[in-house]
């Protein structure tokens, strides 16, 4: 069956530039998720979806950051204004179920490139 | 502040011996714990999960939790060099009405043939 699939897999682009990324979850998992790993770095939490509630996005850095999920199953992460500490490897992961006994799934990441 | 610590390593072990990896957490409250495997340039990928004290045995691989210490590993054992990764503890902290995923910085492994 088919993993987390996110796009593009690779994006430069110029500082000050909006960018979007997408995720598309697992199908059937009503959880979805965001990180962001800079180099050497561990796994920073953005936001998570579940199901139909309110996102949770205590994670997000600045409100230069924003997501949505239409229909309860894509994402997508929109930077706007981007900034060279923008600079990562986004991650979307899926689970079953909420943050709970549901381990997560990532997909392979989109690595940002700000000039 | 919700923390999971690991030692960022490089931990180094001959082909063939046991690695172990640490972690530790500082929320009594957590109850579900996973690691996952992070080669290099590739996203993390789930080795085990556990959220009862003791072992928890799969193939090669244990994961061992004591919620009195505060504390989960995970060893590896007849180690090979394809187990050269990153490993990443992450632990779910329960607060309000939903629970948060906290990763550790992860622990690199070399495996020496």
């Known amino acids: 069956g088919a993993g987390v699939s996110q796009s593009p897999s690779n994006k430069v682009t110029e500082k000050g530039k909006d960018v979007e990324l997408r995720c598309d979850p697992i199908?059937?998992?009503?959880?979805l998720y965001w990180y962001r790993q800079s180099l050497g770095q561990g796994l920073e939490f953005l936001i998570y979806?579940?199901?139909?509630?309110?996102?949770?996005k205590s994670g997000l850095p600045s409100d230069r950051f924003s997501a949505e999920r239409t229909g309860g199953s894509v994402s997508t992460l929109t930077i706007q204004r981007t900034q060279q500490e923008d600079s990562a490897v986004y991650l979307c992961?899926?689970?079953?179920?909420?943050?709970?006994?549901?381990?997560?799934?990532f997909g392979d990441g989109t690595r940002l490139s700000i000039l | 502040q919700k923390e999971v610590e690991q030692n960022s390593g490089p931990l180094s072990v001959p082909e063939g011996a046991i690695a172990s990896l640490n972690c530790t957490y500082s929320?009594?409250?957590?109850?579900?714990f996973f690691w996952y495997r992070q080669y290099s340039g590739k996203s993390p990928e789930l080795i085990m999960f556990?959220?009862?004290?003791g072992d928890k045995e799969d193939g090669r691989f244990t994961a061992q939790l004591n919620k009195a210490s505060q504390y989960v590993s995970l060893l590896i054992r007849d180690s090979q060099p394809s187990d050269s990764a990153t490993y990443l503890c992450?632990?779910?902290?329960?607060?309000?009405?939903?629970?948060?995923?906290?990763f550790g910085k992860g622990t690199k492994l070399s495996v020496k043939p």
């Open positions: 992961a899926s689970s079953l179920g909420g943050f709970g006994n549901q381990p997560q799934h």
């Open positions: 929320d009594r409250g957590s109850q579900s």
């Open positions: 979806f579940q199901g139909n509630s309110a996102p949770d």
């Open positions: 199908s059937g998992h009503t959880a």
């Open positions: 992450a632990v779910i902290y329960y607060g309000g009405s939903q629970g948060n995923l906290i």
């Open positions: 556990i959220y009862s004290n």
